[in-house]
């Protein structure tokens, strides 16, 4: 498992990109993608770049996450 480079949340730049979001995740760029395919996911193509709003992960996370609040 990769370990992150970030310390807390605040750290974390306002849009994430595929590498940042892989790395934070601890997952493999291939797996970010795939993560970023999914219908509910927070992503947003700029161009041919694609980020991830770090609010909007947040959320994301939380309601995916069992006993949370979504």
């Given at each position: 498992m990769k370990k992150s480079i970030y310390k807390s949340y605040d750290d974390l730049p306002l849009m994430l990109n595929m590498k940042q979001l892989s790395d934070l995740l601890g997952i493999s760029d291939a797996s970010a993608y795939e993560l970023v395919q999914e219908?509910?996911?927070?992503?947003?193509?700029?161009g041919k770049r694609?980020?991830?709003?770090?609010?909007?992960?947040?959320?994301?996370?939380?309601?995916?996450?069992?006993?949370?609040?979504?």
């Open positions: 219908e509910d996911f927070p992503s947003l193509r700029i694609i980020v991830v709003p770090k609010e909007e992960l947040r959320r994301w996370i939380s309601a995916h996450t069992k006993g949370g609040q979504g």
